[in-house]
């Protein structure tokens, strides 16, 4: 499970990544096409093309603010506050500063 799109992309690539390598030093032919053919399901695979996975956006808020009313002023409730603070890092979820850039979800 993904909590975004850009999360997907990030495992596919390790997974290709660690797939190449592996097929780079085989010296079976068998193995090697085995390897090109996983690669292949992995890349149409990851992330799944039915599932709609929310993007990371930027955002940035005008002034320092508590992470329930930023949640509220992009997807109109409160919901989503405490993934505010925790993708953001923020020392206290009660003070989202002011002018910096928050990394948000979109809606998938």
Known sequence: VY???QAAIKVREDLVDRIDAESEVTP???VYVALSDLRTSVVQAVP???QNLARIVQYIPRETLPSLLVAYQIYGDAGRADD???RNSARHPGFIMGGQQLEVLSDG
Do not use: C, G, L, Q
Request: proline share 8%.
């Open 28 to 30: 079976s032919d068998e």
């Open 48 to 50: 799944n093309p039915e």
């Open 84 to 86: 505010i603070a925790t």
């Open 3 to 5: 909590d975004s799109y």
